[in-house]
């Protein structure tokens, strides 16, 4: 019986990932030499990094029914999807990759032995001391104890493969190896997964010693007291709720539920509890993602791009997902479309490139290497399913942005999640930056908002700097910037959020409290700062980035309004309410002179208000928007600024009145 289209497509995209990978695979090696940057790790944990993370993805496509054994035709055309259109439904024209380094003729039986070949092979001369090519033990803090639990996962999904081949004496040497994560230190967040992981791996093959469940015990109740409710976790030392909810918690949960959650009527009763958290969990996630396919870039690691999608496949495959497999499906196939589809991440040997829609090595965190991107695996999750599984045969249904404008309130996390125009926007009220998370840059947490299609700038370095568009940041008379660190939600609801902040840090007690809150209306949010200034400092506020494939941008001049408008009919204006902001001005990268800044593009355009040097406190108020509707990007008429109720008119959005106590009385 044929397979149903949807899975062979997402079948053979998982193997188009890997060909250029197996092209690398060197006989007597256990690593593979991709290009890119070096990791603040060591050779060893990149090499290894370089082993696992594919193996992964090797093991989601070798545990995948056979393919029909028919000859492959020419790569097809990719297509970009960064506009305002929605890409085709059909799965005949998704996930579109670029040609194949290997052989077009090798027939996925042949492809599949010598991919498991190789991995078997590596895994015995890896894990040898004797061998050259010996990755090392594990240590206390080490990547390696991160790469050894992937690679727990990865020959538990294809143990027929990668496993059962091996002699027990390689089997042996291999558990040795392993063994070496025992007892050694774990950075507190989801990486306590890791240790559960391997524990569990090494008892399920007879490798267990007697002091391995209590510490598996141990770590599951550490890192489920993360759990802040809704299956929102704070990802421990990291202070932040971002993609890695979906990325690790509920990846690691579900899987440790799938492999060993039967064992007895407590491993029962705890994958009962993961479940159910995962269910909510995707309730809200749904929302996360554009008609496009795109979903915000926000927090850490986005190179792991569609990681993000193998929450979806998890929650189908343990039964703890209510949304419709239809569109479901849609969601992930349109979301692996629109990287997949995007030549550009991919580097001159046919791997995945660090960077978002393209290669960008500067929004890298240091924990990361050239290998770290096939993080991505997780996200061929939805093969874990079977081909008669509804998400791949049930009518396709539209995502929840393709539905109208809407805003969903996740207040665990502190997150407000709307769409609008099929566009989808976070507005950031509880997520903050942990003094930790400043080495990673504080611009992946610390704006007001990150919307699908705009995405933000970056400012280096990173521990020292924070970006100013979509947020407000401040500059003290030595120069220094700072940005929004701690946050605490106040209010939250569909039409607006309240969140305490502070600007400034513990060196020279640099400290300016602030209050911000936040209303929106269709591609406009309102943002409006109370503020205490502690020592003399300029404030600004930006608007959206605008990202520009080259340096041509339609922009006005510095005036009381700001836009700019791309060649392709994408805008961001900044319109100031509040006498407080004193002049304008751009913060552009638009020729070589300046290191790249945005995620998303090359070149960029973010409009700036800026105030006056002040002490005290005082209040910011500025529309912000961004979208291709030239109408709707007209600039709003004041009506009244009176004290708790605010008037505007629009000669397209008509009126628009806020009734908060917070409002302040402006001219």
Request: proline share 8%; charged share 20%; net charge neutral.
């Amino acid at each position: 019986m044929p397979l149903p289209a949807a899975y062979a497509q997402w079948q053979s995209s998982a193997r188009r990932l890997l060909e250029p990978l197996a092209a690398l695979m060197r006989p007597g090696h256990a690593s593979l030499v991709i290009t890119g940057p070096a990791s603040d790790h060591d050779a060893q944990a990149d090499r290894l990094e370089s082993f696992a993370r594919p193996l992964l993805l090797a093991a989601h496509y070798l545990q995948t029914a056979p393919e029909a054994p028919a000859p492959r035709g020419p790569p097809r055309e990719s297509r970009d999807l960064t506009g305002p259109a929605s890409p085709p439904s059909s799965v005949g024209q998704a996930l579109r990759l670029p040609s194949s380094p290997s052989t077009p003729t090798e027939s996925p039986a042949a492809f599949r032995t010598r991919l498991a070949a190789w991995f078997r092979a590596g895994l015995v001369i890896g894990s040898d001391p004797a061998s050259p090519h010996y990755w090392g033990p594990d240590a206390n803090y080490h990547q390696h104890h991160v790469e050894i639990g992937l690679l727990c996962i990865g020959l538990s999904l294809a143990p027929r493969d990668l496993w059962d081949p091996l002699s027990q004496s390689e089997k042996d040497q291999v558990a040795r190896w392993l063994g070496s994560a025992r007892g050694n230190g774990i950075v507190n967040n989801n990486h306590y997964f890791m240790g559960v992981h391997i524990l569990e791996f090494l008892g399920a093959h007879g490798y267990a010693r007697r002091t391995d469940r209590p510490i598996i015990e141990e770590f599951l109740n550490r890192l489920e007291l993360m759990h802040r409710g809704g299956g929102w976790f704070e990802d421990g030392i990291n202070q932040a709720y971002d993609h890695y909810n979906a990325y690790a918690f509920h990846f690691y949960g579900l899987m440790w539920a799938r492999l060993y959650g039967a064992r007895d009527a407590a491993s029962r009763t705890r994958a009962q509890r993961w479940r159910e958290w995962a269910r909510p969990f995707v309730h809200d996630y749904q929302h996360f993602f554009a008609a496009s396919g795109e979903h915000p870039a926000f927090g850490r690691s986005i190179c792991y791009r569609f990681n993000c999608l193998n929450v979806f496949g998890m929650t189908l495959a343990e039964n703890c997902c209510d949304l419709s497999p239809g569109m479901l499906r849609r969601l992930c196939t349109r979301n692996l479309d629109f990287f997949l589809s995007k030549p550009a991440i991919f580097q001159e040997q046919g791997c995945l490139t660090i960077g978002w829609t393209d290669r960008f090595e500067g929004l890298m965190e240091v924990y990361s290497c050239s290998a770290s991107p096939y993080w991505a695996a997780k996200g061929f999750a939805p093969l874990l399913l079977p081909p008669t599984h509804p998400f791949w045969t049930a009518p396709e249904e539209p995502l929840p942005s393709e539905r109208g404008d809407h805003a969903h309130v996740i207040k665990a996390a502190g997150l407000v999640v709307r769409s609008t125009a099929g566009a989808v926007e976070i507005i950031n009220a509880g997520s903050q930056v942990s003094n930790l998370m400043l080495r990673y840059g504080a611009w992946k947490w610390s704006k007001t908002a990150y919307r699908t299609g705009v995405s933000f700038t970056c400012a280096f370095p990173h521990q020292t700097n924070w970006s100013v568009d979509s947020a407000l940041t401040l500059r003290l008379d030595d120069g220094t910037v700072y940005g929004r660190h701690s946050t605490v939600a106040i209010e939250m609801d569909e039409h607006h959020v309240l969140y305490s902040t502070n600007l400034g840090f513990k060196t020279n007690q640099a400290n300016t409290g602030v209050e911000t809150a936040v209303w929106w209306n269709a591609g406009w949010i309102l943002q409006l700062h109370t503020y205490e200034a502690r020592q003399p400092v300029t404030l600004r506020v930006g608007g959206y980035a605008l990202p520009l494939p080259d340096e041509h941008v339609l922009r006005s001049d510095p005036g009381s309004i700001l836009s700019a408008w791309s060649g392709d009919e994408r805008g961001t204006v900044l319109q100031p309410l509040s006498p407080s902001l004193i002049a304008t001005e751009w913060d552009t990268r638009l020729d070589d002179t300046k290191p790249r800044a945005h995620v998303a593009a090359p070149f960029h355009a973010t409009p700036v208000a800026r105030s006056a040097r002040v002490t005290g406190p005082g209040v910011i108020a500025t529309l912000a928007w961004a979208g291709t509707d030239r109408a709707e990007s007209a600039p709003w008429k004041i009506v009244s600024l009176a004290a708790g109720h605010w008037k505007l008119s629009h000669p397209k959005l008509g009126p628009w009145e806020i009734s908060h106590w917070s409002l302040p009385a402006l001219s």
